[in-house]
């Protein structure tokens, strides 16, 4: 079981490869709630060929963003959202920490909503008796940690690909024929900003799983890893989602895929229900895990504690009741539900995105005081103005322009205001501050 939850991860006890990213974003990412997402387009009217488009290429834009957030685990040793304080205050940060809790709940509160679909449609019973089920499953792999989710993900990737792969080739031989139909603008782009949306909402969750890598890996075989399986994990799910949309009647999507399933092989539907909802249990606990450690940062902003396992499993509890609450009272209407969600979540995520890889990349790059973030000197203060004024710029543009607009707004605002601020003094501090941060070698 972990005993860690937000406090730095000591160079002793990182180990891995870059490549061992892939299968948590692949399997993490390939499920039925991002097979929902790619309802979105068909269902308002895009067409099967235009929402195929809209789909990669927000996906494509979300993916190459949202993965600038990978490198920052190996080389800072700390979840992500608690990273915040450097750019925010410590503070500051908690604007931060509200809306990725937002993200975590939400998130897992749809998924939960999809499994009560899955597990009617594969035994019968009522859609609340599964959501809750697949929720204790998923609550019980958050609480043993990092190494069983992560043990998970690369045979759940395996299957995955496997049924997946099958599952592709019955759409295609039921797909109707026919020509692509009008482009019509308005579905494209809610598609295409859903996908990217979607994409975008991974960021709180990055470095909570590459901080166990060594810092000396490269970033870019950090970034490409992660691209590659978000990407691949990400588009096919929501591609499968469009086309399952397209060959099928109104219905749940579960009992689409089902059909199309057994339409392949007899008795294959249920098999591949039956293994999508190990990835919604996959995914359930990854949401679970990344909304425990946010919570406890709050507490520990507002009052220092000691992180531990106690701690964090106290944490995973709380968020796993609130998340199961919000699920069973909002299950109706999910489709357009999970788009309003979207629509609304990318408002906020945007600005902490761009002013946190603008921070790592540009401004202090890579370079920070671990100590000073975990609130044990005041070196990155109680508030930044800086990243807070850029938040605020970017979100008002996200929400009366274009979410896109608000991410270069918030990103170039924070880089001006960063001009006048001396990094280079900061730089010379961190030495003197992380003189301790390393556990001391025991002596025989």
């Not at 897992?108 to 009522?126: D, S």
Request: overall charge positive; aromatic content about 10%.
């Amino acid at each position: 079981m972990e005993t860690r939850s937000i406090e730095y991860v000591p160079l002793a006890e990182r180990r891995g490869h870059g490549r061992g990213l892939w299968p948590i974003w692949f399997a993490g990412s390939a499920n039925l709630t991002t097979m929902a997402v790619g309802l979105i387009g068909v269902g308002t009217g895009a067409g099967l060929f235009w929402a195929t488009l809209a789909i990669l290429a927000g996906s494509a834009l979300g993916t190459l963003i949202v993965a600038g957030h990978c490198p920052q685990g190996p080389r800072l040793g700390l979840p992500q959202l608690i990273q915040a304080r450097s750019q925010f205050g410590r503070f500051g940060a908690l604007l931060i920490y509200a809306v990725a809790l937002i993200s975590y709940v939400g998130y897992n509160a749809f998924g939960q909503i999809l499994a009560g679909q899955t597990l009617r449609t594969l035994t019968g019973v009522p859609e609340s008796g599964g959501a809750l089920a697949v929720s204790l499953a998923a609550l019980a792999i958050a609480m043993a940690g990092f190494p069983l989710f992560k043990a998970m993900q690369r045979w759940l990737a395996l299957a995955l690909i496997v049924g997946l792969g099958l599952y592709s080739v019955g759409l295609i031989v039921q797909l109707p024929g026919g020509p692509a139909g009008p482009f019509r603008l308005a579905p494209f782009l809610l598609q295409a900003g859903a996908a990217a949306t979607y994409q975008l909402s991974w960021a709180p969750y990055m470095s909570d799983y590459s901080r166990y890598l060594p810092p000396g890996l490269s970033l870019r075989s950090t970034y490409w890893w992660t691209v590659s399986g978000t990407f691949l994990g990400g588009s096919w799910g929501m591609l499968l989602g469009a086309a399952t949309a397209a060959t099928a009647s109104a219905g749940a999507l579960s009992d689409a895929m089902e059909g199309v399933g057994n339409h392949l092989l007899p008795g294959f539907g249920p098999a591949l229900l039956g293994l999508l909802l190990l990835g919604l249990v996959s995914t359930g606990a990854l949401n679970f895990y990344g909304g425990s450690l946010t919570l406890l940062s709050i507490v520990e902003t507002i009052r220092p504690l000691r992180p531990g396992l106690v701690k964090r499993l106290a944490a995973v509890a709380v968020v796993g009741v609130v998340t199961i609450y919000i699920a069973l009272a909002a299950s109706d209407d999910f489709i357009r539900r999970f788009a309003l969600f979207l629509a609304s979540l990318l408002d906020l995520v945007v600005p902490w995105i761009a002013v946190s890889l603008v921070d790592f990349y540009l401004v202090r790059r890579g370079r920070y005081a671990i100590t000073a973030i975990l609130g044990l000197s005041d070196l990155y203060g109680n508030w930044n103005w800086r990243g807070l004024s850029a938040y605020g710029l970017g979100f008002a543009a996200a929400a009366t322009i274009h979410p896109l607009a608000g991410m270069a707004l918030a990103g170039i605002a924070y880089r001006l205001l960063c001009l006048g601020h001396d990094v280079a003094g900061e730089w010379r501090r961190i030495g003197e501050i992380d003189s301790g941060l390393e556990p001391a070698p025991e002596v025989c």
